[in-house]
C-alpha cells in the first residue's frame, strides 16, 4: 500500500514510476507483476519448509522470519533494463532472493531501498523488539527454538547478507527517524548511506467528512463516541490488543456512565472474536479492501487507538489524522513522530494502560477536540503529502544516480 502510494506520488511529481509485485491484482497498467511461473508459489513454499525445519516443524514464529533463499530474477525484465533507477520495497516471501539483490547491484543500476521495517538490517527478523544483537552480529535469535545458538539461521543469514552488499551502495530510506536511528545501528549497514522519508498519503481520498452519513453508511449508532481499532489481523499480538482492552475495563470502572455512551469499532481481520471481551458495546467490522468504506471507518471515528508494541510509522494513524481523528498511540518507533502530544493526539507511556487509558478519556471529553481534529489535518498535509514525499525522493534518486556516474 506504501508502495503503491509512493509511485501514484512519483508519477503525479514527474517521475514516470511503475511497480513491480509479485502477485498483480489491479488493472493499473503502473503496476507490473512478475511472469507467470510454478516457480513463484514454490519459491514461497521452498522458503517457508526451509524456516519450518529451522523452526523443528512448530508453526511458531513462522511467518515472523524471512531468510530470502528463493526469489526471482527481475534484471531480464523490460521495465528493468528501461529503468534509470531500481526502488526496493518489501521484498520477502518468495519476491525476491538475497542472490537477486545481489545481481540487482551488479547491474550498476543505482538502488534505493525503502525500509518499511527493520528486516534489511538485521539477519532475520522483521522486529527487534528489545534484542539489540544486530548492532554487532546476529546470532542467538530469540525467534529460534531454544533462543538459537553462536551459529544458527540468523548468523547463517547475517553473512549471505554481508556478502550481498560487500562493495555495493545502496541508499536505505526509512520511513520515520526512528528507523533510520536503528538501522544507523546495524552493523550489517555500516558505510551505507541511510536516511528517512515518511510515506505520502493522498489528502483527495483521505480527508474529513460528515460523520453522522458516515455512520449511517456503516451502521453503527449515532449517539455513542466511537473508539476505532485496526488493523490487518487484530489478534496480533504485537497490534496490543490486549492493552485496549485492560484500558477500556479501566475506563469502565473509574467513569461508569461511559459504557452507555462509547462504543468500540474493530477493523480487520478476526475482529468478530474480541465481542465480548470489551465492557463497551463492540462493533466488529472484519477485514475491508475497499477504500472508500475505509474512509468511512475513520470519519465515523471520534478518537483512533493504536496501542503497538512496536511500529515504524504506522499509515493507520496517518490516515485517521487526515480524516481530522485524534490519535492515541504508545511512545515507541515512529508513533510520536505522527502524534504530537497534547496537540493533534495523546502519546502513552509505553505498555501503560492506565495512560493509554488517560489519553482515550482526554481526547474524548477533556481536549478542544475541534482544535485537535483540525491539527492533525494540518499535520498530514504539511508532512505527508504526495508533493513533499516525492521531492524528497526525487533528491535521493538525484544522489544515486550522481554517484554512480560518478563510480563509473
Not at 515507541?332 to 501503560?352: F, P, T, W
Request: hydrophobic share 40%; aromatic share 8%; proline share 3%.
Amino acid at each position: 500500500m506504501a508502495a503503491n502510494r509512493l509511485m501514484k506520488a512519483l508519477n503525479n511529481n514527474g517521475v514516470k514510476a511503475k511497480m513491480l509485485v509479485r502477485d498483480k491484482e489491479t488493472d493499473a497498467l503502473t503496476v507490473v507483476g512478475l511472469p507467470s511461473s510454478p516457480w513463484l508459489r514454490w519459491a514461497f513454499l521452498w522458503e517457508r519448509l526451509v524456516i519450518f525445519c529451522r523452526l523443528h516443524f512448530s508453526r511458531k514464529h513462522l511467518f515472523e522470519i524471512d531468510i530470502a533463499n528463493a526469489g526471482t530474477d527481475i534484471t531480464r525484465l523490460r521495465e528493468f533494463h528501461e529503468a534509470d533507477i531500481i526502488h526496493l520495497h518489501w521484498i520477502n516471501q518468495g519476491m525476491l532472493s538475497l542472490g537477486n539483490i545481489r545481481k540487482i547491484l551488479r547491474s550498476g543500476k543505482p538502488v534505493v531501498w525503502t525500509m518499511h521495517d527493520i528486516w534489511p538490517a538485521t539477519a532475520i527478523c522483521h522486529l527487534t523488539l528489545e534484542c539489540r544483537n544486530f548492532t554487532t552480529q546476529c546470532n542467538h535469535c530469540r525467534l529460534l527454538p531454544g533462543g538459537g545458538s553462536g551459529k544458527d539461521l540468523s548468523t547463517a543469514v547475517w553473512h549471505r547478507k554481508r556478502r550481498m552488499v560487500a562493495d555495493e551502495n545502496i541508499y536505505y530510506v526509512a520511513c520515520s527517524h526512528w528507523l533510520e536511528s536503528e538501522a544507523k545501528r546495524s552493523a550489517l549497514l555500516k558505510g551505507q548511506k541511510i536516511t528517512s522519508i515518511p510515506n505520502p498519503i493522498d489528502t483527495h481520498i483521505y480527508k474529513k467528512g460528515d460523520k453522522v452519513e458516515a455512520r449511517k453508511r456503516l451502521g453503527l449508532p449515532l449517539d455513542r463516541k466511537l473508539i476505532l481499532f485496526a488493523s490487518q489481523r487484530v489478534t496480533n499480538e504485537n497490534k496490543g490488543m490486549s492493552y485496549l482492552i485492560e484500558s477500556c475495563l479501566l475506563l469502565s470502572t473509574q467513569y461508569p456512565e461511559m459504557k452507555d455512551q462509547t462504543g468500540i469499532v474493530i477493523l480487520g481481520g478476526h475482529a468478530e472474536e474480541l465481542v465480548g471481551q470489551l465492557p463497551f458495546e463492540t462493533f466488529p467490522l472484519g477485514y475491508v479492501n475497499d477504500e472508500q468504506r475505509i474512509v468511512d471507518v475513520y470519519n465515523a471515528a471520534d478518537v483512533f487507538v493504536l496501542p503497538s508494541l512496536s511500529e515504524n510509522l504506522p499509515n493507520t494513524i496517518m490516515e485517521a489524522m487526515a480524516c481530522g481523528v485524534p490519535c492515541v498511540g504508545f511512545k515507541v518507533g515512529g508513533i510520536s513522530e505522527e502524534i504530537d502530544h497534547l496537540h493533534n493526539g495523546y502519546v502513552a507511556a509505553y505498555r501503560q494502560a492506565g495512560d493509554l487509558a488517560k489519553g482515550i478519556r482526554w481526547v474524548l471529553s477533556e481536549a478542544d477536540y475541534d482544535v485537535l481534529s483540525d491539527s492533525a489535518i494540518h499535520k498530514v498535509a504539511q508532512h505527508y503529502s504526495q508533493q513533499s514525499v516525492a521531492l524528497r525522493y526525487l533528491d535521493v534518486y538525484q544522489q544515486a544516480m550522481a554517484f554512480k556516474h560518478y563510480r563509473l
